[in-house]
């Protein structure tokens, strides 16, 4: 073979794994645009365990198991001769909803159409129920002050007025009550609906309450009453072991020396799943740059769990846990659709590992973390070995989906393994990554915040919100809670009253739920 038909030869071996990979990349863009996005493994795969669903591409699903759900069980103390009919989650909701009877009567003086007698009532029977809904109502609250005076002062000649006390307004010289500013905040953070249609809602009951001056409200109790508890949410955070952490995309409009399209970021650290006390927090930064997860958790000693971004890795004191649902979809998303190949087949291998660790975790979810530890050393160790081992011996292009899903797991090979280090770890980041899920819902709702204070105090609001949702609170409830009690504190300077606002605190549960 000459020189020349050598070359030609190299540049075709080339250009045909360019081509593969660019082949490779369309598709994958392709289905991406026209596929469903389920990560859900095919059941006729065999082997494999279907762990995601198309709702939440990221939580285990519960093994189906054989069941009959009308046995009885063993310790019955009666027979039943017929099946009973299961209550549903709606039945027991209406359960809870106050009830008006409707009575349907006949005319009086209805009579018999045979014999024209009469008719008299002998009772009634129940026919149907339904569900009325009763439209939200505003009412104008007029506070009056009444004035005492002291008689016996008075006939010595001295005035002795004493007023009455009145509650603070939760915003001076405003319209705005506790109810009020929390069902717009509750309407935008939970709900996800921008000022500009709730406008035409308030519109609806009769005032008009312009976007603007619900985006002042917000920033007002922001600034003033939630940023204070958002601090001291930050301060117990930083006292747990195992905290985690993800980050998301934003959008701010009017920053200082930046432009309009510019990217910015909403940072996630929340609480394990383990922790009584559950914390969401979120903050809001102009870059992903590292200083600012390590400004964060500048004072936090422990294990964290995060995705593959190296920015978490200038933070002191800290245990990086890797996430193994990334390197599953690594692999997922390294399968051609539709075609049988060597790429598909090494790239099930891969998915299927993942998948047989995510089912050992499931087997363990009830157990404690000295146990689960114990299991994981047993079971999970030896397949993470035998799964690195096969990782190692694959040899395909770098630049393929497959060969960068193979580059990814070596990379995050020592930060998945720190899930050997303590029973209490997880051995995905999915819990970070569902506590982000409100943010870009919420971002595809309004699209950008206009400035970057109106970006931070939507991070100090979703924080609030998400933690009282975590902790087993009505949101609505525990924001008019708040506003309602922060103003009237003996000194609202004090921080380290905010301990009596924290979301678990007894009388918040029994007031809030």
């Known amino acids: 073979m000459t020189e020349l038909e050598k070359k030609l030869t190299r ?61 009885i069980e063993p310790d ?11 209550g549903t989650k709606q039945s027991k909701i209406i359960k809870e909803l106050p009830i008006e009877e409707v009575d349907c009567y006949l005319e009086e003086g209805c009579q018999c159409e045979w014999c024209e007698t009469v008719l008299r009532p002998i009772g009634r029977e129940f026919v149907r129920e339904e569900v009325e809904f009763i439209p939200a ?4 609250m007029r506070y009056y002050r009444h004035a005492y005076e002291c008689p016996t002062c008075k006939e010595d000649g001295e005035d002795v007025i004493v007023k009455a006390p009145t509650p603070k307004p939760v915003i001076q010289k405003s319209l705005a009550s506790p109810s009020s500013v929390a069902w717009l905040l ?14 035409k809602e308030w519109q609806r009951y009769g005032i008009d309450l312009s976007r603007t001056t619900m985006a002042n409200w917000a920033v007002n109790v922001s600034q003033n009453w939630l940023t204070p508890l958002y601090e001291a949410l930050h301060k117990e955070l930083l006292k747990e072991n195992i905290l985690f952490a993800d980050e998301t995309t934003a959008q701010v409009l009017r920053e200082k020396d930046r432009k309009p399209r510019s990217k910015s970021y909403m940072w996630l650290y929340r609480t394990g799943p383990h922790t009584e006390r559950q914390i969401v927090l979120y903050e809001y930064q102009t870059t992903r740059a590292a200083k600012h997860p390590k400004a964060f958790l500048a004072n936090f000693r422990g294990f964290l769990h995060c995705d593959g971004y190296d920015g978490y890795n200038s933070i002191p004191n800290v245990t990086r846990v890797g996430c193994l649902a990334h390197v599953r979809r690594k692999f997922h998303e390294a399968i051609p659709k539709g075609e049988q190949s060597k790429t598909a087949s090494a790239a099930k291998v891969g998915r299927s590992y993942c998948d047989q660790l995510f089912k050992l975790e499931e087997k363990w979810q009830n157990l404690s973390g000295e146990e689960r530890l114990k299991k994981r050393k047993e079971e999970s160790l030896p397949l993470f070995e035998e799964f690195f081992t096969w990782v ?15 580059i990814y797991a070596k990379n995050q090979k020592a930060y998945l393994m720190n899930v050997l280090l303590d029973g209490n770890l997880h051995v995905s980041n999915n819990l970070a990554e569902r506590s982000i899920r409100p943010l870009v819902v919420g971002r595809k709702a309004w699209y950008f915040s206009t400035s970057s204070n109106g970006a931070r105090s939507s991070a100090v609001i979703f924080s609030i919100i998400q933690t009282a949702k975590d902790n087993g609170l009505d949101p609505f409830k525990y924001l008019t809670y708040l506003f309602e009690k922060m103003p009237n504190r003996e000194n609202p300077a004090i921080s380290m009253n905010m301990k009596d606002f924290f979301p678990w605190q007894t009388e918040i549960q029994e007031q809030c739920k």
């Open 392 to 406: 190692s011996q694959m040899h395909v292009l770098k630049q393929s989906l497959l060969g960068k899903a193979l």
């Open 186 to 199: 509750h309407q935008k953070y939970e709900q996800f609906m921008p000022f500009h249609r709730q406008e």
């Open 76 to 86: 019955c103390l009666e027979t039943i001769t017929y099946k009973r009919k299961k």
């Open 137 to 140: 109502t505003l009412k104008r």
């Open 11 to 71: 540049e075709n071996e080339e250009l045909t794994k360019k081509i593969e990979v660019l082949t490779e990349q369309v598709n994958f863009l392709i289905s991406k645009i026209y596929n469903p996005s389920s990560e859900k493994t095919p059941p006729h795969d065999e082997d494999q365990l279907a762990l995601f669903t198309d709702d939440d591409l990221n939580i285990f699903n519960e093994v189906e198991t054989a069941s009959d759900p009308d046995a």
